[in-house]
């Protein structure tokens, strides 16, 4: 219990409160206008000459409610019940007092929470205290305090919802970072490993055959061209204001091929894709090209002695199964090369509904395989 309170007292104002705008001027004007009519048509309502004057003073505490809640409701609050008490229990009948009703609501909705402690405390006590000055019936104090209990009902359903729609904000920004952050591991750590290998290829033969470092910088230029288009077109994803362009390209089965084209020096890397892929949704397509474009490069880098990489997808009414397997050797480094590359694979199969698994074979080698469903990814 103690927690709790300690975590409400502590409760922060609300953010960015708006700002007071021309609207507010106009309700204020609107309420003590009527303020005045009412008192000048109303001839039976008693001390009119008192609450006119003291309704025209408290309604501008409207024009602070959202940036001084609590001052507001002290001052507001504090005076109608005085003016009770020193007119022998007389209550206002000015209509427009009502309007005070929106500093509870203010107090709720933007204080903090020792501003709603403190209010609370003064509004429902100079409440009680009007009403028992006044000698007002059990059932008017009742839907009195009914009435007051709404109107701080209302400002604490609206925080809520403006936090709920904050901490769904926080969670599109998070998943949309960690999205990021496996498309940049998956295209930019594939292409530099790629980058990587050739250029240590190149120098290691450049004294004995000086054609081939040439032809490992050739193999490095396409290599980062081919990041840069990818990147590009991660940007044009994430600036939803721009169109993207016609001859941007998303990844998919199709392009498995290019794995094999791109192995280089490095082990062979065969590609076999069994069953229809024209009718599979681009997303599935691109997450299996991503998840096989990982597990090579992992492959590439991890597998001691490697001679073979294999890359099998096969379709189905159902779903899409991939499986890349190698010969190199096991041991500690391949288990450590593991890191975000295959925490980013199980994550991006798990948002289409999937599973990922890796793991070393019962001899040699290497596999993982992900099974993503088409009804998921069509959605």
Not at 38 to 54: F, K, N
Not at 162 to 176: N, P, Q, S, T
Not at 202 to 217: H, I, K, R, S
Request: net charge neutral; charged share 20%.
């Amino acid at each position: 219990m103690r927690d709790l309170l300690r975590s409400v007292w502590n409760e922060p104002q609300a953010p960015d409160p708006p700002r007071r705008s021309w609207r507010d001027w106009a309700l204020v004007g609107a309420f003590v206008g009527l303020a005045i009519i009412e008192g000048i048509v109303r001839q039976d309502l008693p001390h009119r000459i008192v609450w006119v004057p003291v309704a025209v003073a408290i309604l501008p505490a409207l024009l602070w409610r959202r940036s001084r809640p609590l001052p507001m409701v002290t001052v507001a609050f504090t005076g109608s019940a005085a003016a009770t008490v020193l007119l022998g229990g007389e209550q206002s009948g000015i209509g427009a007092m009502g309007a005070m009703l929106l500093l509870p609501y203010a107090l709720y909705r933007w204080g903090s929470g020792r501003d709603i402690v403190m209010g609370s405390a003064v509004a429902f006590t100079t409440a009680g205290i009007a009403m028992l000055a006044g000698d007002v019936r059990v059932g008017d104090a009742i839907a009195g305090f009914l009435v007051l209990s709404a109107a701080v009902a209302l400002g604490l359903a609206f925080r809520y919802r403006a936090r709920a729609k904050v901490r769904e904000r926080e969670r599109i920004k998070l998943i949309e970072r960690e999205r990021l952050a496996r498309d940049l591991h998956d295209t930019v750590a594939h292409h530099v490993s790629a980058m990587a290998i050739r250029a240590q290829a190149g120098l290691a033969t450049a004294e004995t055959t000086p054609g081939a470092a040439v032809d490992a910088l050739r193999l490095i230029e396409a290599e980062a061209a081919s990041t840069l288009a990818e990147m590009r077109t991660i940007v044009r994803v994430l600036r939803r204001n721009r169109p993207v362009d016609d001859g941007d390209h998303t990844p998919g089965i199709a392009d498995l091929a290019s794995l094999a084209a791109q192995a280089g020096a490095g082990p062979s890397v065969e590609v076999e894709v069994d069953g229809e892929i024209a009718d599979l949704p681009p997303a599935l397509g691109t997450a299996i090209y991503r998840l096989a474009q990982e597990s090579v490069t992992n492959a590439v880098r991890h597998a001691r002695n490697a001679t073979r990489i294999e890359v099998h997808v096969t379709t189905d009414d159902a779903s899409v199964r991939l499986l890349v397997r190698d010969d190199g050797d096991g041991g500690p480094a391949r288990s450590a090369g593991a890191g975000y590359g295959l925490a980013g694979m199980v994550e991006r199969a798990g948002l289409l509904g999937g599973t990922c698994r890796a793991g070393p074979n019962p001899e040699r080698g290497w596999t993982v395989t992900a099974v993503l469903p088409r009804e998921r990814a069509a959605t």
